[in-house]
């Protein structure tokens, strides 16, 4: 599974321009995906409106820095965006919040000892319970 997650995202990383790696300071920083599987089909649509968005208002320098889940939603983060490219992200991060960030089915934030998930009844269910709430 996690050999099929990486070729998913070398092919992302092969069509879009904005998601490459760069350079901050002469280190060469490679972009990381910190978000589970059930969230690719999201950034893959997200991707594809950014790159329509990028092409027609020619924003060249347009560059996501950081894609992760944070207390149990999805933030992306991008240098040399735009208004629309800040709704597209909002966007996502909202469909996100109603989507199981392990599998892609229907979720819901759920607390894991402080700790947030948006997760379908079936993935939280598999945790253990010891970090259930």
Not at 54 to 59: A, D, Y
Not at 68 to 96: H, P, Q, T, W, Y
Request: hydrophobic content about 35%.
């Amino acid at each position: 599974m996690a050999e099929l997650r990486e070729k998913r995202i070398e092919a992302l990383r092969n069509r879009y321009k904005f998601l490459r790696s760069s350079s901050i300071q002469g280190v060469m920083m490679e972009l990381k995906f910190e978000c589970g599987n059930g969230w690719m089909p999201i950034l893959e649509n997200l991707f594809l409106k950014m790159d329509e968005e990028v092409e027609k208002s020619n924003l060249t320098g347009c560059k996501v820095v950081r894609i992760r889940e944070k207390f149990g939603d999805l933030m992306v983060s991008v240098n040399s965006g735009n208004d629309a490219i800040d709704a597209l992200i909002r966007a996502a991060s909202k469909e996100a919040a109603e989507t199981c960030e392990d599998c892609g089915k229907q979720g819901k934030k759920r607390e894991f000892n402080e700790w947030f998930r948006t997760q379908c009844p079936k993935c939280y269910a598999v945790q253990p319970a010891s970090v259930r709430v």
